[in-house]
């Protein structure tokens, strides 16, 4: 199977990709089913990589990150997700959201005091815009912040935000526009809120079908008191700001997409090679061979897709259009695959001693975090007319 690392790539990717791939199969492969099986979040894992760097891939140098070009951030994140997605995961949101808020919007010192220090790898972010009432739609969230003479005071609750529980400091959008309708983008603000921030509760992690070892928790904000600095940019941008980070989420889910995927043709070329069936391994079968060659056809695809979004995203760009086709592509291309190495894996796809079968567990949920398919197609849509 030709991997990212054949493609025709500068001397620093090839490295990062080595780092990434050395890593992955050193640190994080061989533990990933029983993470799986017993949901655990190996924050000792995450903290390795964020010495490492993984969490400052694209981060500029002046802000204690690699600095690195787009391109080889994906590259790296599908060597994790290839591994496990579930790392990955929480790799991809601290890189792709988070960051991009603050290198963004973010003032001097919020920069100095969250984005130096989550740029090194002490510490980890997520985001938080889902509510129980507001997935796609997100601009009818109802979670509220209000000002007071000291700061500001959050009320409400969000659902399913990565690393809820795990993360040292959540983004959070609420609405700090409470004369409007309940419904609306521009009434949104974002907010840094520190984990430990009294009044701050990451419920439960959710009993999930995939990605079972990444932590995904509703959050309570409950008279939840920030300082006025915690809000990030200009109060009623925080939709806007989370459109921009989703941008750059949807490319490391097509990277995310590509790695799981990947992994699953590989695990069938070695199966179909050994397995015999009518006297002859499988992959003597012309109706095996056209499976693994429309899998091979469509990663490709799929991984071209993500690297020219990221090319155009370095270029300056606006990539709303591309990161959602990538996400699209790859997750669909992850969720096909997968079903299709099931198929060839026949009975042992089926069992959970076989690594397919997380795979296609995994597989799933890129068709919906991050913007379901769906949201993705009008993504598209609308930029067509
Ligand atoms: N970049 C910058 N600005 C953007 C933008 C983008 N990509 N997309 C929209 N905007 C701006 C628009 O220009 C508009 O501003 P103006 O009014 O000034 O023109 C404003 O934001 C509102 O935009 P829309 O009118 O398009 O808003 P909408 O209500 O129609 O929603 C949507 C658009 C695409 C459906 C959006 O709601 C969406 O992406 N929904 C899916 C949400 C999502 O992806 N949720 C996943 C949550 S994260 C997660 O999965 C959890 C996790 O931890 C993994």
């Not at 990444?214 to 941008?237: V, Y």
């Not at 069938?268 to 061979?289: G, M, N, S």
């Not at 979004?309 to 997750?331: P, W």
């Amino acid at each position: 199977m030709p991997t990212a690392t054949e493609a025709g790539l500068s001397d620093t990717q090839r490295q990062v990709v080595e780092l990434a791939r050395e890593f992955a199969r050193e640190r994080i492969e061989p533990f990933a089913a029983e993470w799986d099986r017993t949901s655990h979040f190996p924050r000792d894992v995450i903290d390795e990589m964020g010495k490492l760097g993984f969490f400052g891939m694209t981060t500029p140098e002046e802000y204690d990150g690699m600095g690195l070009d787009t391109v080889t951030y994906l590259l790296a994140l599908e060597e994790v997700a290839a591994a496990d997605a579930a790392i990955a995961v929480s790799m991809g949101i601290h890189n792709a959201i988070p960051t991009t808020m603050l290198v963004k919007h973010g003032t001097t010192e919020q920069r100095e005091r969250w984005l130096k220090p989550m740029a090194r790898g002490e510490l980890l972010a997520g985001f938080a815009l889902s509510e129980a009432e507001a997935g796609s739609d997100a601009a009818s969230l109802a979670a509220q912040a209000t000002k007071e003479k000291q700061g500001w005071v959050l009320n409400g609750a969000k659902a399913w935000a990565t690393n809820a529980g795990t993360a040292d400091l959540m983004m959070i959008m609420a609405r700090t526009d409470q004369t409007g309708a309940r419904r609306g983008a521009k009434g949104i603000s974002t907010f840094i809120v520190p984990t430990d921030s009294p009044g701050y509760t990451a419920c439960k992690p959710e009993d999930k079908m995939g990605l079972r070892a990444s932590n995904t928790a509703a959050i309570e904000l409950s008279d939840c008191r920030l300082p006025a600095d915690a809000l990030l940019g200009d109060g009623g941008m925080g939709f806007v700001y989370a459109m921009e980070g989703l941008d750059a989420g949807r490319l490391g889910i097509g990277a995310q997409g590509v790695g799981i995927a990947r992994r699953a043709l590989e695990h069938c070329i070695r199966y179909t090679a050994e397995r015999r069936q009518f006297e002859k391994p499988l992959h003597d079968f012309q109706a095996v061979q056209f499976k693994l060659a429309d899998m091979a056809t469509r990663i490709e695809a799929a991984r071209a897709l993500a690297h020219r979004a990221a090319v155009r995203k370095d270029a300056g760009e606006n990539v709303g259009m591309h990161a959602s086709m990538a996400k699209l592509f790859a997750s669909e291309t992850a969720m096909w695959v997968t079903t299709q190495a099931i198929q060839l894996f026949g009975g042992y796809g089926y069992m959970r001693d076989f690594p397919v079968e997380k795979l296609f567990r995994d597989a799933k949920v890129t068709e919906i975090y991050e913007g379901t398919s769906e949201i993705q197609r009008l993504v598209i849509a609308r930029a067509l007319r």
